[in-house]
């Protein structure tokens, strides 16, 4: 009888818990070290235009005379949940030009019936969306710009090109 109220339960062993933990742990180790060695958006977009050309050289000027960049009819602006507007701005630019553009930053401007810049964004089109833009190719551009009010005056969309890299 006595060995019917005794309960007999078995010991555990909690080793395969402690190497799982363990081996989590140093899993989750190794990949927050990953991404803080990985570069910032900054410093590729850095690296990338190292050796572009900048707005005020005679040569920036004679590559920009060849790229045409237009807004597209898609372009939509939208209200989101927190009573803000965003823009959703598509472009297509083309390279008329004899060089290949292997970087290209651009700074899109939402302006009011004054030209007067409401908002405003830099990026960088070459190659974030494109790996380089050929002679006679057009590629599109993608952005969003967020936080307009409802009173803001958005006439128009202004392009322009801040740097160029080219082959």
């Known amino acids: 009888m ?7 339960k078995p010991k555990r062993n909690y080793t395969g818990y402690l190497i799982g933990a363990v081996v989590g742990i140093v899993i989750i180790g190794v990949a927050v070290t990953a991404l803080l060695m990985r570069p910032s958006n900054e410093e590729q977009v850095a690296t990338i235009l190292e050796n572009s050309v900048q707005e005020g050289t005679p040569e920036f000027e004679a590559l920009t005379k060849n790229i ?13 949940a927190f009573g803000s507007i965003s823009m959703y701005i598509k472009g297509e ?75």
Request: aromatic share 2%; no cysteine; charged share 25%.
């Open 2 to 8: 006595d060995s019917l109220l005794q309960e007999n």
């Open 68 to 80: 045409v960049i237009a807004t597209h009819r898609d372009t939509v602006e939208s209200p989101n």
């Open 93 to 167: 630019m083309t390279n008329r030009g004899t060089r290949t553009l292997t970087g290209v930053e651009i700074n899109v401007s939402v302006v009011d019936i004054e030209n007067n810049v409401i908002k405003e964004k830099r990026v960088l089109a070459v190659p974030a969306h494109a790996p380089s833009l050929a002679p006679g190719e057009t590629m599109t551009v993608t952005l969003s710009i967020d936080g307009f009010t409802a009173k803001d005056d958005r006439a128009n969309i202004r392009w322009r090109v801040t740097a160029i890299r080219a082959e």
